[in-house]
Protein backbone atom coordinates (compact mmCIF):
# COMPACT_ATOMS: atom_id res chain seq x y z
CA UNK A 1 0.00 0.00 0.00
CA UNK A 2 0.86 3.59 -0.27
CA UNK A 3 0.84 4.90 3.25
CA UNK A 4 1.26 8.62 3.87
CA UNK A 5 2.34 9.27 8.08
CA UNK A 6 1.83 12.05 9.97
CA UNK A 7 4.01 12.99 12.80
CA UNK A 8 6.22 10.69 11.32
CA UNK A 9 9.51 11.74 13.42
CA UNK A 10 7.82 11.48 16.84
CA UNK A 11 8.51 8.38 18.48
CA UNK A 12 5.42 6.06 17.30
CA UNK A 13 5.80 8.08 14.11
CA UNK A 14 9.27 6.34 13.36
CA UNK A 15 8.10 2.70 14.51
CA UNK A 16 5.37 3.35 11.73
CA UNK A 17 7.88 4.36 9.08
CA UNK A 18 10.21 1.47 9.53
CA UNK A 19 7.60 -1.18 10.08
CA UNK A 20 5.62 -0.40 7.61
CA UNK A 21 9.20 -0.12 5.03
CA UNK A 22 9.66 -3.74 6.57
CA UNK A 23 6.42 -4.88 5.84
CA UNK A 24 6.91 -3.94 1.47
CA UNK A 25 4.07 -0.54 2.48
CA UNK A 26 6.12 2.69 0.22
CA UNK A 27 5.98 4.99 2.57
CA UNK A 28 5.68 8.97 2.31
CA UNK A 29 6.52 10.99 5.72
CA UNK A 30 5.78 13.80 6.26
CA UNK A 31 7.91 16.10 8.32
CA UNK A 32 8.67 20.16 9.21
CA UNK A 33 12.09 18.34 9.41
CA UNK A 34 13.24 16.28 6.17
CA UNK A 35 16.50 15.95 8.09
CA UNK A 36 14.98 13.65 10.88
CA UNK A 37 15.01 11.20 8.56
CA UNK A 38 17.38 9.00 6.53
CA UNK A 39 16.52 8.18 3.33
CA UNK A 40 15.92 4.56 2.10
CA UNK A 41 14.04 2.72 -0.40
CA UNK A 42 10.58 2.98 0.22
CA UNK A 43 10.68 5.74 1.77
CA UNK A 44 9.51 9.43 0.28
CA UNK A 45 9.48 12.58 2.59
CA UNK A 46 7.68 15.15 1.98
CA UNK A 47 8.56 18.41 3.73
CA UNK A 48 6.05 20.86 5.06
CA UNK A 49 3.51 22.16 7.75
CA UNK A 50 0.20 20.53 8.46
CA UNK A 51 -0.93 24.13 8.36
CA UNK A 52 -0.57 24.86 4.43
CA UNK A 53 -3.07 23.39 3.16
CA UNK A 54 -1.11 23.22 -0.27
CA UNK A 55 1.52 20.78 0.79
CA UNK A 56 -0.31 18.70 3.13
CA UNK A 57 -2.87 17.90 0.00
CA UNK A 58 0.52 17.04 -2.47
CA UNK A 59 1.13 14.49 -0.06
CA UNK A 60 -2.51 13.28 1.08
CA UNK A 61 -2.93 12.90 -3.29
CA UNK A 62 -2.26 9.48 -4.73
CA UNK A 63 -1.72 7.65 -1.30
CA UNK A 64 -4.04 4.38 -0.16
CA UNK A 65 -4.28 4.98 3.44
CA UNK A 66 -3.40 7.70 6.64
CA UNK A 67 -1.70 6.86 9.57
CA UNK A 68 -1.44 9.89 12.07
CA UNK A 69 0.66 10.01 15.22
CA UNK A 70 0.86 13.63 15.86
CA UNK A 71 0.80 14.89 19.37
CA UNK A 72 1.04 18.37 21.08
CA UNK A 73 3.56 19.17 24.05
CA UNK A 74 2.20 19.95 27.47
CA UNK A 75 3.82 23.04 27.76
CA UNK A 76 2.66 24.05 24.72
CA UNK A 77 -0.91 24.61 26.17
CA UNK A 78 -2.07 27.01 23.09
CA UNK A 79 -1.54 24.34 20.70
CA UNK A 80 -4.20 22.36 19.20
CA UNK A 81 -1.32 20.32 16.95
CA UNK A 82 -4.05 17.75 16.13
CA UNK A 83 -7.04 19.24 15.70
CA UNK A 84 -5.87 21.71 13.64
CA UNK A 85 -3.88 19.24 11.31
CA UNK A 86 -6.69 16.79 11.12
CA UNK A 87 -9.11 20.07 9.82
CA UNK A 88 -6.80 19.86 6.82
CA UNK A 89 -5.91 16.15 6.59
CA UNK A 90 -9.98 14.64 6.73
CA UNK A 91 -11.50 17.21 4.33
CA UNK A 92 -8.15 16.74 1.94
CA UNK A 93 -8.83 13.14 2.42
CA UNK A 94 -12.59 13.13 1.16
CA UNK A 95 -11.42 14.98 -1.75
CA UNK A 96 -9.00 13.01 -3.28
CA UNK A 97 -10.75 9.95 -2.59
CA UNK A 98 -8.08 8.43 0.51
CA UNK A 99 -10.69 6.95 3.02
CA UNK A 100 -8.50 4.96 5.00
CA UNK A 101 -7.20 6.52 8.06
CA UNK A 102 -5.65 5.59 11.47
CA UNK A 103 -5.15 7.95 13.85
CA UNK A 104 -3.80 7.91 17.51
CA UNK A 105 -5.55 9.56 20.27
CA UNK A 106 -5.21 8.58 24.49
CA UNK A 107 -6.74 6.57 26.66
CA UNK A 108 -8.46 8.84 29.12
CA UNK A 109 -10.15 10.66 26.56
CA UNK A 110 -14.20 11.67 26.28
CA UNK A 111 -15.77 8.50 27.61
CA UNK A 112 -12.80 6.92 28.84
CA UNK A 113 -11.82 9.39 31.38
CA UNK A 114 -13.92 7.65 34.20
CA UNK A 115 -11.90 4.45 33.31
CA UNK A 116 -8.82 6.23 35.04
CA UNK A 117 -8.52 6.31 39.09
CA UNK A 118 -9.25 9.24 40.18
CA UNK A 119 -5.96 10.83 41.71
CA UNK A 120 -4.40 10.68 37.80
CA UNK A 121 -7.67 11.78 36.27
CA UNK A 122 -7.73 14.68 38.31
CA UNK A 123 -3.72 15.73 38.62
CA UNK A 124 -3.03 14.18 35.25
CA UNK A 125 -6.05 14.41 32.60
CA UNK A 126 -7.33 17.43 35.14
CA UNK A 127 -4.17 19.13 34.97
CA UNK A 128 -0.61 18.24 33.62
CA UNK A 129 -2.41 17.28 30.36
CA UNK A 130 -5.61 19.24 30.23
CA UNK A 131 -4.64 21.32 26.64
CA UNK A 132 -3.02 17.91 25.16
CA UNK A 133 -6.05 15.89 25.69
CA UNK A 134 -8.34 18.24 24.68
CA UNK A 135 -6.50 18.72 21.47
CA UNK A 136 -7.37 14.78 21.31
CA UNK A 137 -10.59 14.39 21.77
CA UNK A 138 -11.60 17.86 19.09
CA UNK A 139 -9.67 15.49 16.40
CA UNK A 140 -11.58 12.51 17.56
CA UNK A 141 -14.72 14.45 16.78
CA UNK A 142 -13.17 15.71 13.26
CA UNK A 143 -12.85 12.13 12.45
CA UNK A 144 -16.08 10.73 13.96
CA UNK A 145 -18.22 12.65 12.32
CA UNK A 146 -16.30 12.34 8.96
CA UNK A 147 -17.55 10.09 6.20
CA UNK A 148 -14.38 8.49 6.25
CA UNK A 149 -13.32 5.11 7.11
CA UNK A 150 -11.44 5.93 10.43
CA UNK A 151 -10.05 4.22 13.31
CA UNK A 152 -8.76 5.91 16.55
CA UNK A 153 -6.67 3.90 18.69
CA UNK A 154 -6.65 5.30 22.66
CA UNK A 155 -3.22 4.33 23.95
CA UNK A 156 -1.66 3.73 27.35
CA UNK A 157 0.64 5.63 28.67
CA UNK A 158 3.74 5.07 25.98
CA UNK A 159 6.90 3.66 26.51
CA UNK A 160 10.32 3.24 24.62
CA UNK A 161 10.50 -0.78 25.58
CA UNK A 162 10.92 -3.45 23.27
CA UNK A 163 7.73 -4.69 21.62
CA UNK A 164 6.01 -7.25 23.07
CA UNK A 165 3.43 -8.80 20.08
CA UNK A 166 0.76 -8.50 22.73
CA UNK A 167 -1.86 -6.12 23.95
CA UNK A 168 -5.17 -5.67 25.11
CA UNK A 169 -7.34 -3.90 22.98
CA UNK A 170 -11.57 -3.30 23.91
CA UNK A 171 -13.63 -0.12 23.95
CA UNK A 172 -16.57 -1.73 26.11
CA UNK A 173 -14.95 -0.18 29.19
CA UNK A 174 -13.50 -3.43 30.22
CA UNK A 175 -9.77 -1.83 30.53
CA UNK A 176 -9.69 0.67 33.09
CA UNK A 177 -6.56 1.97 34.61
CA UNK A 178 -3.48 3.46 33.48
CA UNK A 179 -1.51 0.49 32.15
CA UNK A 180 1.35 1.28 29.69
CA UNK A 181 2.22 -0.05 26.00
CA UNK A 182 5.67 0.16 23.97
CA UNK A 183 5.49 2.64 21.08
CA UNK A 184 6.50 -0.51 18.92
CA UNK A 185 2.87 -2.30 19.51
CA UNK A 186 1.05 0.70 18.90
CA UNK A 187 2.93 1.38 15.37
CA UNK A 188 2.06 -2.57 14.91
CA UNK A 189 -1.87 -2.44 15.89
CA UNK A 190 -2.50 0.70 13.82
CA UNK A 191 -0.34 -0.99 10.95
CA UNK A 192 -2.71 -4.13 11.33
CA UNK A 193 -6.14 -1.96 11.27
CA UNK A 194 -5.66 -1.68 7.72
CA UNK A 195 -5.68 -5.22 6.46
CA UNK A 196 -8.84 -5.38 8.81
CA UNK A 197 -12.17 -3.90 9.37
CA UNK A 198 -12.58 -4.82 13.15
CA UNK A 199 -12.35 -1.63 14.49
CA UNK A 200 -13.37 0.30 11.43
CA UNK A 201 -15.35 3.61 12.87
CA UNK A 202 -14.49 2.54 16.43
CA UNK A 203 -12.26 3.48 19.41
CA UNK A 204 -10.67 1.05 20.97
CA UNK A 205 -8.32 1.70 24.22
CA UNK A 206 -4.66 -0.30 23.58
CA UNK A 207 -2.57 -1.29 26.23
CA UNK A 208 -0.82 -4.42 27.61
Not at 63 to 81: F, I, K, M, Y
Not at 179 to 203: E, Y
Amino acid sequence: MKLLVFGSTGGTGRQLVSQALAAGHEVTAFTRNASALDACGGLTVVSGSTSDPTAVEHAVSGRDAVLCALGGRPWRRTERVCSTAMGRIAPLMAKHGVRRIVAMSTFGASDTRPLVPWLPRLLLFGAVLRSEVADKEAMERQLTTSNLDWTVVRTGLLTDGAAKGVWRSSDDGSIRGLGRIARADVAAFMLAQLSSDTWLRRRPAVMY
